[in-house]
Structures are given as structure tokens and as C-alpha cells.
């Protein structure tokens, strides 16, 4: 596998409290598979979808016990330099660069409005070996309350340009707030602002979105698990998608990419 682009989506993962319920979760609703746990790397656990490794889960470490939630990993060629721009941006580091056996390097930061991610250097693990289909990750927008922050800092830390969607003005609903973050032309991120609909206890988050065959079955398969529906299913030009959080409280999102409707918008480079 060819090195991921600096910038690139490349892996997630997810601390639970309960780490067979969410193998029982996310192997109903994903029907995803899992690997033996690793020991020596605080029992963390890959999950494969036709047998390629697509995400993973991993128990809180003791003192770390939260609440549950997924973590987008960006690839990096040098996470060390990477974390000295999220510095330089105004981000904080949660974890300075710490190298992983001989899987690669990894950092754990947030953005100045709060926004929790990862960097990924690949050694031996180069990240998602499946995606946009699926089972697999295919997508991801990160949730803010102060999208300007998160529009100046992300196209700091890595080589984005901004997009916005073309006739995005006159959908008619001000509340909207939505921008793409791109790598050479190809969109890899979405940007959207937070409104009065989020209560205030959620804090900003990136919302990761697994490809599934069916939307309405993953929702009541997700339901049927103890998960929850926030949003959707709701059909759309990119696909048939919902908002859900899993039966440990993770938000996480399910889409059909191949039940469509309506046209593609266009795009625009921001100036």
C-alpha cells in the first residue's frame, strides 16, 4: 500500500469501558470482525471487514475513563513536525509524538475550539486497508461551535484548501454553516458548524462516517444494540446516511453511498 497523503483520513479508533459490547455493537451493525487483542499495546483491538483492518477498539487506561468516543487519525510523514504546527496554530498537544512498537508514530491533540484528533507517521501500519465501502470508513466533518477557528487551523497543520459548496447561500436555511477541506483537488474533510440544536453538553467533535448496504437496517440494527438515532436517515446526492450514537454513548455516522438523490453540488475554492 502506497503512503497515505499528509492530511488523509487514514485510521480511527475508539476507547470503550466495555470492549465485547462494542465488539458485539459494531459486529452487528458493521458486521465487522476482530483481531486478538495486543497485550503489550494496552489490549488494543483491530476490527477487520472482509478480513481488512478498517478501525479498532481499546479499553480506557486506568485514571483515563471517560466517555466513550471515536478518534480520527490524519497521516503525517513527520508527526513530530506536524505537532510543532499544531502548536504554532494555536492547537494543544494531549499526547506528544510517541512511537507504537513498529506500527508507526502517533500524536493525540485538539484544535483551539476543542476538536480531538489524531496523526498518524505509518511504520508498519499504514492505516485503513478498505475504505468507501461497506463495513469501511468513508467519510468524516468535524462539528464546531467556532468554524472560523477550525477553518484557519486545519489548512495550517495540514496542506488543505477550503471549498465551499456552490449555492450554499440560497439553500434557504442561514443556519447552515458547512465547508470541505481538499488535498490536491479531492475533498477529504467536511466542516460543519454547530447550531442551537446541540445541546451544550456536547462538546465539538469529528463525526466519522462508516459505509454500510443498507442505512435503515444499520439504524435498526443500531437501535435493536441499545444505540440511539440523533439524525436521518435522510436521503441526499452523496447518499442514504444517519446520525447515531453506538450502546456506550460514541457518536458515529452510517451511509448508503449507493442510494442517491438529488444532483451533486458543485464546488468553489475559498479565496
Known sequence: MAAQAEGMPCWADAMFTDIEEAKEFYGDVLGWTFGESATEFGNYTEAYSDGKAVAAVVPPMPGQEGKSAWCLYFASPDAAATADRIRAAGGELLMEPMTVGDFGTMV??????????????????????????????????????????????????????LQHMEGEADAGDEQIDFKLFSLGGETV?????????????????????????????????????????????????????????????????????????GAMPGLTDEK
Open 189 to 261: 474533510l467536511g466542516r460543519m458548524a454547530m447550531g442551537e440544536e446541540f445541546p451544550p453538553e456536547i462538546p465539538p467533535y469529528i463525526q466519522i462516517f462508516f459505509a454500510v448496504g443498507d442505512c435503515d437496517a444499520a439504524v435498526a440494527k443500531a437501535r435493536d444494540r441499545g444505540g440511539a438515532l440523533h439524525f436521518g436517515p435522510m436521503d441526499s446526492p452523496f447518499g442514504r446516511f444517519a446520525a447515531l450514537t453506538d450502546s456506550q454513548g460514541a457518536s458515529f455516522a452510517v451511509i448508503d453511498l449507493n442510494t442517491t438523490k
Open 108 to 161: 493525540l491533540a485538539r484544535d483551539p475550539a476543542g476538536v480531538t484528533f489524531g496523526v498518524w507517521q505509518a511504520g508498519t501500519h499504514e492505516g485503513f486497508q478498505k475504505r468507501g465501502e461497506p463495513g469501511a470508513y468513508c467519510w468524516a466533518e468535524v462539528f464546531t461551535r467556532e468554524p472560523g477557528k477550525a477553518d484557519a487551523f486545519f489548512p495550517a497543520v495540514f496542506p488543505y484548501g
